[in-house]
C-alpha cells in the first residue's frame, strides 16, 4: 500500500494537484466515481455488466481506491491499518454462527 500511496503522491505532486486534494473534494471524488462504476450496471444483468464493461468497471473501481488513498493519507491515516480494523469490527458484528448464508444486517440478528 505504501508504494502505490508514493506513486499517486508523485503523479499528484508533478501536475501540482495538491491544491485540489483537501478532504471534502476528495470525498466528493469517491462518491462522484462509485457512480460512474455504477453506470456500468444500469440496466443490466451483473454477468452482461461485467462482460460489456470489465475494463470500465477496472478503472472505476481504481479510481474509487486512489481517491481513498489519497483521502486516507490526507487525514493521516493508515488506510490499512483502517481496513484491517474494520474487519475485526466486522467479524464481532457479524459472528460466523448467525451471519453464514445471510444478508441480514447485524442489527436483524
Known amino acids: 500500500m505504501k508504494t502505490i500511496l508514493q506513486r499517486l503522491i508523485s503523479f499528484r505532486d ?4 495538491k491544491q485540489f486534494h483537501n ?3 476528495l470525498a466528493i471524488s469517491i462518491n462522484i466515481e462509485a457512480s460512474e462504476l455504477l453506470e456500468n450496471f444500469q440496466w443490466k444483468t451483473s454477468d452482461e455488466a ?9 478503472d472505476e473501481v481504481a479510481d474509487v481506491v486512489i481517491y481513498a488513498i489519497l483521502l ?3 487525514l493521516g491515516f493508515d488506510l490499512e491499518e483502517a481496513i484491517y480494523q474494520k474487519i475485526e469490527k466486522n467479524e464481532h458484528k457479524y459472528p ?3 451471519a453464514y448464508g445471510s444478508n441480514k444486517k447485524y442489527s436483524e440478528f
Open 23 to 25: 478532504p471534502k473534494d
Open 72 to 74: 486516507s493519507n490526507e
Open 14 to 17: 508533478n501536475r501540482n494537484w
Open 96 to 98: 460466523i454462527e448467525k
Open 50 to 58: 461485467i462482460k460489456e464493461n470489465i475494463e470500465n468497471i477496472k
